[in-house]
């Protein structure tokens, strides 16, 4: 792999456990474009309950910067390394970004999602999120697009209706229940999916 390029680029930034909105905030403030996308969580306690914003990929904040004009994001509080493949940090392509920011900008009912490999590619071709592509998954009776970032293998599902998809390729194989529900584990920003 050769090193990346110097033209300005979406890396993954693993972080502390739950300071990925601070990380967010203290990179905004260097004037650096970023993106923490957040989802509505209900969450229980014995005496209440509360709608809370959490992220979509706990321990990560995407950002963009030219590879060569690192320091300042790697010197900022709670980043701990550019994700990438051995010591080579890897841009996040691109499209998945603004697959994200569209669904997140549309206030999309959306959720973490296991990372995976197979299922049908689909594109939206109508609605306020025309031009979304992922895999097509039903949960539940309900038609849902997984959008991924291969890098870090995460995935997160945006609810859509069937008429509103159209095939981009054709479907591999896959086993019965395979895509059926969430995979529930715990991620490294310490949030229960």
Known sequence: MNEPSSSPSWFALHVKARQEKQVGMTLLGKDLETFVPVYK???????????MDIPLFPGYVFCRFSYDRRLPV?????????????????????????????????????????????????????????????????????????????????????EVDREHV????????VSA???ARPWPHRSPGGYSL
Do not use: N
């Open 166 to 173: 159209e095939a981009v390729s054709a479907p591999p194989q």
């Open 177 to 179: 229940g395979l895509l």
């Open 74 to 158: 790697l010197v900022t509080p709670g980043v701990l390394r550019v994700v990438g493949f051995g010591s080579l940090p890897t841009p996040v392509d691109d499209k998945e970004i603004q697959s994200l920011k569209i669904v997140h900008g549309e206030s999309a009912a959306c959720e973490p999602w296991p990372y995976l490999d197979i299922g049908q590619r689909v594109r939206i071709h109508s609605g306020t999120l025309r031009g979304v592509e992922g895999i097509l998954v039903e949960v539940r009776k309900e038609c849902r697009v997984l959008l991924s970032v291969t890098l870090l293998q995460r995935s997160v599902a945006v």
């Open 41 to 51: 969580s209900i969450r229980k306690w014995a005496d209440r309950k509360k709608k």
